[in-house]
Protein backbone atom coordinates (compact mmCIF):
# COMPACT_ATOMS: atom_id res chain seq x y z
CA UNK A 1 0.00 0.00 0.00
CA UNK A 2 1.28 2.91 -0.79
CA UNK A 3 1.73 6.18 1.96
CA UNK A 4 0.14 9.63 0.79
CA UNK A 5 2.61 11.95 1.01
CA UNK A 6 -0.06 14.55 1.63
CA UNK A 7 -1.59 12.64 4.61
CA UNK A 8 -0.96 13.69 8.47
CA UNK A 9 2.70 12.15 9.47
CA UNK A 10 1.14 9.26 12.28
CA UNK A 11 3.67 10.85 14.57
CA UNK A 12 1.93 12.99 15.54
CA UNK A 13 2.94 16.48 14.97
CA UNK A 14 0.42 17.95 12.53
CA UNK A 15 2.12 18.01 9.50
CA UNK A 16 1.67 16.16 6.25
CA UNK A 17 3.88 13.33 5.59
CA UNK A 18 6.14 15.43 2.75
CA UNK A 19 6.91 18.13 5.06
CA UNK A 20 7.33 16.05 8.28
CA UNK A 21 9.70 13.13 7.08
CA UNK A 22 9.71 13.12 3.22
CA UNK A 23 12.78 10.53 3.43
CA UNK A 24 11.04 8.17 5.13
CA UNK A 25 7.76 7.24 2.55
CA UNK A 26 9.31 4.17 1.89
CA UNK A 27 10.16 3.36 4.95
CA UNK A 28 6.63 3.84 6.45
CA UNK A 29 4.93 2.07 3.31
CA UNK A 30 7.21 -0.90 4.58
CA UNK A 31 6.14 -0.18 7.92
CA UNK A 32 2.47 -0.54 7.15
CA UNK A 33 3.78 -3.75 5.06
CA UNK A 34 4.49 -5.22 8.48
CA UNK A 35 1.61 -4.38 10.49
CA UNK A 36 -1.01 -5.96 7.77
CA UNK A 37 1.59 -8.85 7.94
CA UNK A 38 1.59 -9.08 11.52
CA UNK A 39 5.12 -9.01 11.55
CA UNK A 40 5.61 -7.48 14.60
CA UNK A 41 9.15 -8.65 16.01
CA UNK A 42 10.78 -7.86 12.36
CA UNK A 43 8.37 -4.64 12.57
CA UNK A 44 10.63 -3.51 15.86
CA UNK A 45 13.66 -4.24 14.56
CA UNK A 46 13.53 -2.09 11.44
CA UNK A 47 12.06 0.33 13.06
CA UNK A 48 14.82 0.14 15.50
CA UNK A 49 17.31 0.23 13.03
CA UNK A 50 16.10 3.11 11.58
CA UNK A 51 16.28 5.30 14.88
CA UNK A 52 19.64 4.94 14.71
CA UNK A 53 19.59 6.95 11.43
CA UNK A 54 17.39 9.24 12.85
CA UNK A 55 16.92 9.72 16.63
CA UNK A 56 13.95 11.76 17.98
CA UNK A 57 11.69 10.78 14.54
CA UNK A 58 7.83 11.15 15.92
CA UNK A 59 6.42 8.58 13.21
CA UNK A 60 9.29 6.13 13.87
CA UNK A 61 8.54 6.47 18.19
CA UNK A 62 4.74 5.94 17.17
CA UNK A 63 5.66 2.78 15.42
CA UNK A 64 7.82 1.66 17.61
CA UNK A 65 5.29 1.37 20.63
CA UNK A 66 2.65 -0.03 18.37
CA UNK A 67 5.12 -2.74 17.61
CA UNK A 68 5.98 -3.24 21.32
CA UNK A 69 2.33 -2.90 22.12
CA UNK A 70 1.23 -5.80 19.45
CA UNK A 71 4.19 -8.17 20.86
CA UNK A 72 3.40 -7.66 24.55
CA UNK A 73 6.40 -5.57 25.38
CA UNK A 74 4.26 -3.50 27.88
CA UNK A 75 7.06 -1.86 30.00
CA UNK A 76 9.04 -1.58 26.86
CA UNK A 77 6.51 0.47 25.40
CA UNK A 78 5.58 2.51 28.37
CA UNK A 79 9.12 3.85 28.49
CA UNK A 80 9.42 4.48 24.85
CA UNK A 81 5.90 6.52 25.23
CA UNK A 82 7.37 7.94 28.22
CA UNK A 83 10.12 9.38 26.48
CA UNK A 84 8.06 10.12 23.48
CA UNK A 85 6.22 12.18 25.62
CA UNK A 86 9.31 14.03 26.92
CA UNK A 87 10.06 14.94 24.06
CA UNK A 88 6.71 16.33 22.81
CA UNK A 89 4.86 16.67 25.78
CA UNK A 90 2.05 18.85 23.24
CA UNK A 91 2.07 15.74 20.88
CA UNK A 92 -1.52 14.37 20.98
CA UNK A 93 -0.28 10.88 19.93
CA UNK A 94 2.28 10.75 22.34
CA UNK A 95 -0.07 11.57 25.05
CA UNK A 96 -2.12 8.47 23.59
CA UNK A 97 0.23 5.72 23.70
CA UNK A 98 1.62 6.97 27.17
CA UNK A 99 -2.16 6.13 28.34
CA UNK A 100 -2.51 3.36 26.56
CA UNK A 101 0.34 1.65 27.88
CA UNK A 102 0.31 3.36 31.47
CA UNK A 103 -3.10 1.33 31.46
CA UNK A 104 -2.02 -1.91 30.27
CA UNK A 105 1.07 -2.15 32.82
CA UNK A 106 -1.71 -1.07 35.35
CA UNK A 107 -1.46 2.96 36.03
CA UNK A 108 -4.56 4.25 35.32
CA UNK A 109 -4.32 7.23 37.31
CA UNK A 110 -1.16 7.60 35.25
CA UNK A 111 -3.20 6.87 31.81
CA UNK A 112 -6.25 9.09 32.87
CA UNK A 113 -3.25 12.28 33.70
CA UNK A 114 -1.61 11.37 30.08
CA UNK A 115 -4.64 12.27 28.46
CA UNK A 116 -6.21 15.32 30.21
CA UNK A 117 -3.63 17.44 28.12
CA UNK A 118 -4.85 16.26 24.98
CA UNK A 119 -8.41 17.37 25.45
CA UNK A 120 -7.04 20.53 25.18
CA UNK A 121 -5.38 20.39 21.75
CA UNK A 122 -7.35 17.46 20.40
CA UNK A 123 -8.63 20.15 17.98
CA UNK A 124 -5.41 19.05 15.76
CA UNK A 125 -6.35 16.65 13.16
CA UNK A 126 -4.57 13.23 13.62
CA UNK A 127 -3.69 10.43 11.61
CA UNK A 128 -3.66 7.21 13.22
CA UNK A 129 -2.44 3.37 12.62
CA UNK A 130 -5.29 0.93 12.54
CA UNK A 131 -3.99 -2.26 14.32
Given at each position: MA???YSLCPGGRGKKIRFCCPDHIKDLEQID???EGEQYSAGLAFVESLEKQRPGCACLTE???LFQRM??????AYETA???V???PKNVVALTELATTS???DKPREAVSALRPSKEISSQSLS???C
Open positions: VDSKMIAKCIGLWEDDGFAREALIFRR
